[in-house]
């Protein structure tokens, strides 16, 4: 499919009632058809890789159309230009995470942008710090300990930024860094510890949610089961 196929297929799947609910849940409804991320994905399968097209899907400033962009787009060809004009875009914590686990986590540049981007002050562009954290420590398998224990520091010093979307964002990277061997999650549970005894109310959130999870029965069993694995 072109791009003028795309959108009219895009705008075919249009659901207002998707919309609303979707803004309920914090998504900017604004140039939105209400396409379901499980209808845009088998899509951008068929589709395959497609840096040009990505580009101007993106462009179109459709909801939608972003999305698919992050899907289709060949993260050899994503430049650190981008990646910086792509994360000024973003308006909404779904376009953001997607762009950042579904794309930008792949590319080369993903760990410098993660420390760059947990320095600026835009809500959406500091949460993408953190959402690239939290998908670097999922999909880079080959990277060590001691380079994820390097966002420690930024996770700290930014676990006092009260805004929504990124103290879930920062709360998502700790768990995640946590989730990701023995090791990191000994790091991460010390790291909340340390958290819960700064006075400042969201940092304590961040802290007490991420220990729910990373001292649960749950990831203690899937750690042990990565472990005897090895």
């Given at each position: 499919m072109n791009y003028d196929q795309i959108i009219e297929k895009l705008?075919?799947?249009?659901s207002p009632k998707n919309v609303e609910g979707m803004a309920r849940y914090g998504i900017n409804p604004n140039n939105n058809f209400g396409v379901s991320i499980y209808i845009l994905r088998p899509i951008a399968k068929?589709?395959?890789r497609n840096h040009d097209l990505a580009l101007k899907l993106w462009d179109s400033g459709i909801h939608d159309a972003r999305l698919l962009a992050c899907f289709i787009d060949d993260p050899e060809k994503v430049t650190g230009k981008q990646m910086d004009s792509w994360s000024k875009d973003f308006d909404s914590w779904d376009i953001c995470d997607q762009a950042c686990t579904s794309?930008?986590?792949?590319t080369s540049l993903a760990w410098i942008k993660a420390f760059e981007w947990a320095e600026r002050d835009e809500e959406f562009v500091k949460r993408a710090a953190f959402s690239l954290i939290a998908g670097l420590s999922v999909h880079d398998k080959k990277a060590s300990d001691e380079k994820f224990e390097q966002f420690i520091p930024i996770i700290k010093k930014h676990a006092i930024d009260e805004r929504?979307?990124?103290?879930?964002?920062?709360?998502?990277?700790l768990r995640n860094i946590g989730k990701r061997n023995k090791n990191l999650?000994?790091?991460?549970i010390k790291t909340a510890e340390e958290l819960l005894k700064i006075e400042n109310k969201t940092a304590k959130w961040i802290a007490k949610d991420a220990l729910k999870e990373l001292t649960s029965e749950k990831v203690k069993k899937k750690l042990n089961k990565n472990t005897a694995k090895k």
């Open positions: 705008k075919s799947l249009e068929k589709m395959g794309l930008f986590d792949q929504n979307y990124v103290k879930k964002a920062n709360n998502w990277a999650n000994k790091k991460a």
